[in-house]
């Protein structure tokens, strides 16, 4: 296998870390939570005190300053496990840049430090019951009364929405002027008028506490807009690549995962008098999965590097959005097929993660919206 190039040794020490925690306080419990349909809350406050969440920040907002790579391990580390109830990735690399590029300094002081240590948890709410690859056909409105923004809508598959404490509203503030009208606002849970609707029932990620919220008249400090009014969809533009490569890098993580998996399994299953791996029809597709999870993680790691480097366009990141999950959804499918029946029984991991990976596919921007992006780039 080609090495992996862009991780220091403090990098690694950090994975280390990650790993421990990991398999101490979510792997034992994950099945528990699936069951459930969330996660634990403590195991926010746990890893915010382990330094997993929103390490990028800088220090006086309660991260680490630490470069994108340490999110790429904890988004890594979290995915090979099939762990797929636990956002953080959601909150640490796609909440909290908003607040942090967007926010004022107050808010960046209110919220930001409190993202860190997992004492809040937070969701973004664009998608709309009526509304999600055509975010400009939200229907949320927010009308500004005095000091005040006074809030109305409902938002559907909300990632961290039963647990959220701080929620990102994508809002109209001029629902005349399409993707012009468009404003970002913070709203706090307990907000009178919020109200968390049911846990969704999903093929997948059964631990991950995705929602409905609804908004009556909810009224938001003026303060609570994020940036200017109006330049909400140009916020949304401008932080979605790295949205795509988190997706992107779990999608790999989750593929590599699998494939060893198989590798195991096709190792120990006796079929007609030996491994099934010795047919060589397995060999010959586990050889054909190994080189097309390699090709993906160069394409992933040259993405992360870019990304370092301040430099992976919107097209690009849109490309391996779609490319890599395409591509986990092929191997894993392939993976389950080589564990026959058991493939399909949801004790054993791969099961899991072929019913989680179906909607890498489709969240974070489909990948048919994916290719309209690229396309309009050619
Ligand atoms: C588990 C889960 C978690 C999620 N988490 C969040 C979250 O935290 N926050 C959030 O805001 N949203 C979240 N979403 C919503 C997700 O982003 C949307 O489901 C997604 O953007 C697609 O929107 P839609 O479901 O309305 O499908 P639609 O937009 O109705 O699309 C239906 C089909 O039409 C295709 N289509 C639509 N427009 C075009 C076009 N122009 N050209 C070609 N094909 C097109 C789509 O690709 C798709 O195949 C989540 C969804 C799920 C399932």
Known sequence: MIPRTLFSSDHELFRDSV??????????????????????????????????????????????????????????????????GIGFSLHSDIVAPYILHYGSEALKRKY?????????????????PGAGSDLQGVKTTAVQDGDEYVINGSKTFITNGY?????????????KAGAKGISLFLVEAGT??????????????????????????????????????????????????????TVAVAGLAAAEAALHWTLDYTRERQ????????????????????TQVQVGRVFVDRCLELHLQGKLDVATAAMLKYWSTDLQCQVIDECVQLH?????????????????????????????????????SL
């Open 163 to 175: 647990l959220a404490d701080l929620v990102i509203v994508v809002a109209k503030t001029d629902p």
């Open 271 to 290: 079929a007609f008098g030996r491994a099934i791996a010795d047919f060589q029809t397995t060999r010959h597709k586990l050889a054909e999965l190994a």
């Open 19 to 84: 790993r421990k925690f990991l398999e101490q306080e979510a792997v034992p419990f994950h099945e528990q939570w699936e069951e459930r349909g969330y996660v634990d809350r403590e195991l926010w406050s746990k890893a915010g005190a382990a330094g997993m969440l929103c390490s990028h920040l800088p220090e006086e907002y309660g991260g680490m300053g630490a470069d994108f790579l340490y999110s790429a391990i904890v988004i890594e580390e979290i995915s090979r496990r099939g762990l797929s």
């Open 340 to 376: 026959g029946g058991y493939g399909y029984m949801w004790e054993y991991p791969i099961a899991r993660a072929w019913a989680d990976a179906r909607v890498q596919r489709i969240y974070a921007g489909t990948n048919e919206i994916m290719k309209e992006i690229i396309s309009r």
């Open 192 to 245: 009178p008028g919020f109200d968390k609707g049911k846990r969704l029932k999903k093929v997948g990620m059964k631990a991950q506490d995705t929602s409905e919220l609804f908004f009556q008249n909810v009224r938001v400090p003026r303060e609570n807009l994020l940036g200017q009014a109006g330049q909400g969809f140009v916020y949304l533009m401008q932080e979605l690549p790295q949205e795509r490569l």
């Open 112 to 128: 930001l430090p409190k993202l860190a240590s997992g004492e809040m948890i937070s969701a973004i709410a664009m998608t709309e």
